[in-house]
């Protein structure tokens, strides 16, 4: 076996060897202080050699994202200790991401200690034009959700989506898109539904139009969504519409944030297409 190199941060070996294996070439990870990238075929040195190199210039690009997903493996000699879940969580997403997590997590405890309707009464959208001056109603209503599924299925993409754009483009960019996706999604679902309702998801759907247009204009830029997953999000506001679930789904909000997300991400990317 030919010692490649090591890596001080597990989630980087796991990255390169996820990579490698896309390419045909099988590495293994071994542990000590550091965590140690090894190759069994030694003819095949030069080239990982050469992909190591341009992995450390870039090791965020979206094609090492890919390929975790593609061939992530547990069979790589890598164990996680049972505390790197937090430190899973935090190496792809930044502070903004995490805090939004925390808070809407307090706010289901909350939910769950003194029942949906007073928290509703304290964050629900506008009901009113003497409400309209409590200004955070205009983006409080995104931090409640009503289940457990609901807010697991909202913060999982919050951070997968969320994660990456903080961490590629920054904080500003993501509070921006969270913003105004928050506060359009939640005046169109106001107008459909009344202002009984609550959920990340407006702004979920407006990460997933940004990211998916942004990949596709702007491929040098990291941030991407796989097409598959953007017409499975598709699919399933179609599917709202039509209330094949039985459920109360924000139809409005949904629609709104897309809409916004392919919106920003056109409006970002215009410059770089005509060049």
């Not at 890598?78 to 937090?86: A, D, S, T, V, W």
Request: contains cysteine.
């Amino acid at each position: 076996m030919k010692r490649i190199t090591q890596f001080n941060n597990p989630r980087m070996a796991q990255a390169f060897v996820d990579y490698m294996a896309t390419q045909g070439v099988s590495l293994q990870i071994e542990q000590d202080q550091h965590y140690v990238v090894l190759l069994e075929d030694e003819s095949k040195a030069e080239m990982v050699e050469n992909e190591l190199r341009q992995f450390v210039s870039d090791p965020y690009h979206a094609r090492y994202q890919a390929a975790s997903w593609q061939s992530g493996t547990m069979e790589s000699g890598l164990n996680y200790p049972r505390n790197r879940l937090i430190g899973h969580l935090r190496e792809r997403a930044g502070p903004l991401t995490l805090t939004l997590m925390v808070i809407c997590v307090a706010v289901f405890i909350l939910m769950q200690i003194v029942g949906d309707e007073q928290v509703l009464a304290w964050m629900a959208w506008p009901a009113d034009t003497a409400q309209d001056f409590q200004l955070w109603r205009w983006f409080s209503h995104a931090l409640l959700h009503f289940s457990l599924l609901h807010i697991l299925f909202n913060l999982m993409w919050w951070w997968y989506l969320g994660g990456a754009v903080e961490k590629r483009l920054g904080s500003g960019k993501l509070f921006v898109i969270a913003l105004i996706s928050a506060l359009l999604s939640g005046f169109v679902q106001a107008k459909f539904s009344g202002i009984w309702f609550g959920g990340l998801s407006g702004v979920v759907y407006a990460l997933m139009g940004y990211c998916w247009l942004r990949g596709e204009r702007d491929p040098e830029s990291g941030i991407f969504l796989e097409r598959g997953l953007m017409a499975f999000a598709i699919l399933w506001l179609i599917m709202g519409y039509f209330d094949m679930f039985g459920l109360a789904i924000a139809n409005g909000a949904h629609l709104a944030g897309l809409l916004v997300g392919l919106a920003m991400a056109f409006v970002d990317t215009r410059h770089r297409r005509r060049a």
